[in-house]
């Protein structure tokens, strides 16, 4: 939420100084014709303006929001079933995927305060004492799930 924030504040200063950084004019000794003279600070602004529209409309907004405590977990056979590297869904594991006790297979969702932007899908399950409001974050290796530790923070669904 703060990103969406973030960008729009940004937006609006740019849009402010777009009219305040207005191209330079010169008049050509007395004759009245204005010549425009190409400034190149706001031709930046007109970029960075329109890659901020396209970034606005491309940003997902939840469907709901849950508070979840997240862990990390890796493809290790004390941490899984019989096959480490195959979710419960049937996939392959893969950066981006999550287990979870509540939320559907195939479920896209976002954790801001850890992760910014970046989707994960719920391929995967916990064992069943886990509850439902524990989410499991796939990582690579052993070290790195444990590096992450354990965390809480509001999860958004986007699809």
Do not use: C
Not at 19 to 25: A, N
Not at 55 to 61: Q, S
Not at 111 to 138: A, C, Q, S, T
Request: glycine letters at 4%; aromatic letters at 12%; charged letters at 25%.
């Amino acid at each position: 939420m703060s990103d969406t924030k973030t960008i729009i504040n940004i937006f609006f200063f740019l849009l402010f100084f777009s009219f305040i950084l207005i191209p330079l004019q010169k008049e050509i000794k007395g004759q009245e014709k204005i010549e425009q003279i190409e400034n190149p600070i706001l031709t930046e602004l007109n970029t960075v303006v329109e890659s901020f529209e396209v970034n606005l409309n491309t940003i997902k907004k939840p469907i709901k929001t849950y508070y979840m405590l997240i862990t990390g977990y890796s493809s290790t056979e004390d941490q899984t079933d019989s096959d480490p590297f195959i979710t419960a869904s049937m996939k392959y594991v893969e950066d981006g995927i999550v287990a979870n006790n509540l939320l559907p297979f195939g479920t896209k969702l976002r954790i801001p305060e850890l992760f910014g932007d970046k989707e994960f899908v719920v391929e995967d399950r916990l064992h069943w004492r886990k509850g439902k409001y524990n989410l499991d974050i796939w990582f690579e290796t052993r070290e790195q799930a444990l590096n992450f530790g354990v965390k809480k923070a509001t999860i958004e669904i986007i699809e």
